[in-house]
Nanobody, 118 residues
């Protein structure tokens, strides 16, 4: 089973940028996605990308600010986050997903914390 390791989180001021990475232990011929969980809230979907990168999908709250991408040669998924807002503060996770339903198909990693100060 593929293992996923997220990195790139940190503390940033509102309006700033961060780039998250998700390294997979092997090649994944599946769609992948990013999710986040804020304190006291349920984990929510953020963005998804098809296995070849041809299609992407975002939740409304991040459209125009976040960009999901992948490098299959490096087995790595990315999330470029620009114009960050305090409400983006959360632990961010990646996973293999069904692109249509956005349901997760793999194990969760440890996540990476993003904190946006106002």
């Amino acid at each position: 089973q593929v293992q996923l390791v997220e990195s790139g989180g940190g503390l940033v001021q509102a309006g700033g940028s961060l780039r998250l990475s998700c390294a997979a232990s092997g090649r994944t011929f599946y769609a992948m996605g990013w999710f986040r969980q804020a304190p006291g809230k349920e984990r929510e979907f953020v963005a998804a990308i098809t296995w070849n990168g041809a299609l992407t999908y975002y939740t409304d709250s991040v459209k125009g600010r976040f960009t999901i991408s992948r490098d299959n040669d490096k087995n790595t998924l990315y999330l470029q986050m620009d114009s960050l807002k305090p409400e983006d503060t959360a632990a961010y996770y990646c996973n293999i997903v069904d692109y249509i339903t956005k349901s997760t198909l793999g194990p969760w990693g440890q996540g990476t914390q993003v904190t946006v100060s106002s």
